[in-house]
């Protein structure tokens, strides 16, 4: 089935030469970090986790949320979601992939990884998500060909695919499960010393996928003759809404423990990211995040106001809109404020900023050009296989 891959139109020949272009950029800064370290990063002593892992974090949700698409699927017989279950699970192949390119480069050195494995820590939260990770990506690649090949030939999926689809959907919760205890499990740092940091992953999580999908499935609409219909669509939009509705819930709840109870571990923080933040016996205001948080925040709830419009639901182009929006919000919360912010004071109240350097930013670009690469991949054996079948 991948030969499909190999042949298309000259737009999408067009596509994936753009992308691989951005693989190369991305290999040529990882190599110069690769030769300098990760002093080529703007990581230090204080900012131990930057933009790689925050990037890891944030597609951690991405990937967990095709239990969205497979639960009412399988589980629910929800038919409507036929046509599209499929794209949900190679959006989780993809984002689980980019998420292991991601902690390869956090390593410096990727033979590191082969550490994990070879000197096996089950006490350690790592060594836990290393193999929810690992399982969740061949569960769904599992899945997503069984059911292309199914299709193909006019079948239905064999039943000994059973099991694995009703794995995965635990499984799914289990990724950002352990992602998010790898935060909440440590004591020095307030910001994430919270019951509910995996609760709060989880409606991130199944409020951004599910808006990633719909504009994937818009994007196809527009390019190919593939419609994933338009009452899955909205089911998702709605499904995205109250994620999004307790995504902020939670949020909100994190300011009230912060400053109705006065804790100033867990305030600063805060006050670092919305507000602007001092050091002790400084007069200088450290708040380079306040934009990119008021950003996040304004976006947020403007897609909820959106999409708690009917009209919006019913309006494709205005759905679009609401889903990018809530997706970059989204991504400012999780894949910046969440992970920077935390390590801002210090244990010391100390404030270091941080800030990626040219080679972080390429690499990143890289990695998320190859994960569209493998998306691009795997939605292109898929619709061909769709539209096959639709033509005859």
């Known amino acids: 089935m991948i030969e499909r891959a190999l042949t298309g139109s000259k737009k999408y020949l067009m596509w994936q030469g753009f992308l691989t272009l951005l693989v190369l950029m991305g290999v040529y800064a990882y190599s110069q970090q690769y030769m300098n370290g990760l002093g080529a990063t703007g990581m230090s002593r204080d900012i131990s986790w930057g933009v790689y892992i925050a990037q890891f974090t944030f597609l951690v949700g991405v990937a967990a949320s095709a239990v969205m698409l497979v639960l009412p699927y399988y589980m629910h017989n929800f038919k409507d979601f ?189 006050d670092y990211l919305f507000f602007g933040l001092q050091e002790h016996g400084s007069d200088v205001v450290y708040n380079s995040l306040v934009p990119w948080m008021w950003t996040s925040a304004v976006f947020n709830i403007g897609a909820i106001l959106l999409l708690l419009t009917p009209s919006t639901r019913e309006k494709m182009g205005r759905l679009a809109f609401a889903c990018t929006i809530l997706f970059v919000g989204l991504w400012i919360d999780k894949g910046i404020g969440l992970v920077i912010g935390g390590f801002i004071p210090n244990p010391l109240e100390q404030i270091r900023e941080y800030t990626p350097t040219a080679i972080e930013i390429m690499v990143t670009i890289g990695i998320w050009a190859i994960g569209f690469q493998i998306l691009t991949t795997l939605y292109k054996v898929a619709v061909s296989i769709k539209e096959e079948k639709e033509a005859a």
Not at 124 to 137: E, G, Q, R
Not at 228 to 252: E, M, P, Q, S
Request: charged fraction near 10%; glycine fraction near 6%.
């Open 82 to 270: 036929g046509r599209i279950v499929v794209l949900g699970e190679f959006l989780a192949v993809a984002a689980v992939s980019m998420c292991l390119l991601f902690i390869l480069a956090d390593m410096g050195k990727p033979m590191r990884a082969v550490n994990v494995i070879l000197y096996p820590t089950p006490n350690s939260v790592l060594f836990w998500d290393m193999i929810v990770l690992n399982v969740y990506l061949l569960l769904n690649l599992l899945c997503g060909m069984v059911a292309m090949e199914s299709e193909r030939k006019d079948m239905p999926p064999p039943k000994w695919i059973k099991p694995f689809i009703w794995v995965s959907i635990p499984w799914a919760v289990s990724i950002h499960t352990v992602t998010a205890f790898l935060y909440a499990g440590l004591p020095g740092r307030h910001f994430w010393l919270t019951a509910i940091m995996a609760p709060r992953f989880l409606a991130s999580a199944f409020a951004g996928g599910p808006a990633l999908l719909i504009i994937l499935a818009l994007i196809l609409r527009k390019v190919t003759k593939f419609d994933a219909g338009d009452v899955a669509i909205r089911k998702l939009a709605t499904i995205t809404t109250y994620a999004a509705i307790i995504n902020v819930f939670f949020v909100l709840l994190e300011f009230f423990t912060a400053y109705y109870s006065n804790v100033p571990g867990h305030a600063h923080t805060l």
